[in-house]
């Protein structure tokens, strides 16, 4: 881990804080509130009391899930392990990560009926186009060790994006994927996939946090009934997230922690977020957002957190 990465982790264990014992959302979502949502809530409390949401196909997504970015080998494979004995079912991955056949060891050793998880994972640039798709869709699938996906996603706007839209489509009615989708892409860019899709996609995973709250592309997103989904809730820590003074202070209000309110205040939303972690403590701790309340006065106070501009250039 580097030297950032390590006062990232650090600066937020000082701000852990003792809270209240983790329930099943089924009691608290009547007294804390439904999120803005772009589908319908589900609870399902068989995983935890995370709620679902319901997709335009009409596919069930937990709203909280566990990503995988930078995680690899031995430590990627406990890191899912740990997080799917939390109670944690969406598990996110993708190509690029390297890290597929870890996750796909985590889940199987898990001993848990496949059907129970969500499984995302994500086409790369370099398998753009019609038969190129077609052939990284099946290595990922073999080296996730399963025999379809939940969700899969075209990792970046690149390339031959019709030729992998239409293999991506013919997975999807084959039944190798429940629900296509993208990330990455802005307003312009997912309204030329529509011009010529015959599947909407059901996600946009996007870079979503309280410094790039993406206020366009989530009324986009909304008007088409596309799923947001958050990569990196957190920003990574990066600009101080974890120590922020005003995300600090409302932790301090309800006795719980910066990252435990970034998250709350997702949900309230109605996005999708994939928060990662290597370390068991904040592995469970971000499942603890479902017994408190962001209020209005929290919630424009985040608003005005917003740069309006990425965190991660190097992306850009």
């Known amino acids: ?60 997504m937990p709203l909280l899930g566990f990503g995988t970015y930078g ?34 060891k985590a889940i199987k050793g898990s001993g848990i009926d496949r059907k129970q998880f969500f499984v995302t994972s994500k086409l790369w640039v370099d398998d753009a186009g019609y038969e190129n798709a077609k052939k990284g869709f099946e290595e990922t699938l073999r080296k996730l060790g399963l025999e379809y996906l939940d969700l899969y996603l075209i990792h970046r706007p690149r390339g031959d994006i019709k030729g ?26 997912m309204a030329d996939l529509l011009s010529y899709a015959q599947i909407k996609p059901a996600v946009n995973q996007i870079e979503t946090h309280a410094y790039f709250q993406q206020i366009n592309d989530y009324n986009v997103l ?6 947001m ?3 990196a809730p957190f920003a ?16 301090k209000k309800y006795g719980k922690t ?39 006065v929290d919630l424009k106070a985040i608003e005005m957190l917003d740069l309006n501009k990425t965190q991660f250039p190097e992306w850009s």
């Open 1 to 60: 881990m580097d030297s950032q990465n390590k006062e990232n982790e650090i600066n937020r264990r000082r701000f852990l804080q003792n809270s209240a014992k983790f329930v099943a959302a089924g009691i608290y979502l009547g007294m804390f509130g439904m999120p803005e949502l772009f589908g319908n809530v589900i609870i399902d409390k068989g995983t935890r009391g995370i709620p679902d949401v319901k997709l335009n196909n009409g596919l069930k």
């Open 71 to 104: 995680l690899r080998g031995e430590l990627c494979q406990q890191s899912v392990a740990e997080a799917i004995a939390a109670g944690y079912r969406l598990i996110d991955t993708a190509k690029v990560y390297g890290n597929e056949e870890e996750v796909g």
């Open 164 to 189: 992998s839209w239409k293999a991506m489509e013919e997975f999807y009615k084959a039944g190798k994927i429940k629900a296509i989708g993208i990330s990455n892409f802005d307003p312009a860019q």
């Open 222 to 227: 909304k008007k088409h009934n596309v799923q």
């Open 229 to 231: 989904q958050a990569w």
């Open 236 to 251: 990574e820590g990066r600009n101080g997230l974890f120590t922020n003074e005003v995300l600090t202070q409302i932790a």
């Open 258 to 296: 910066t990252a435990q309110v970034s998250l709350r205040w997702h949900y309230q939303r109605g996005i999708v977020s994939i928060p990662r972690s290597s370390q068991k403590v904040h592995i469970v701790e971000n499942l603890d957002i479902f017994d408190f309340k962001l209020d209005d």
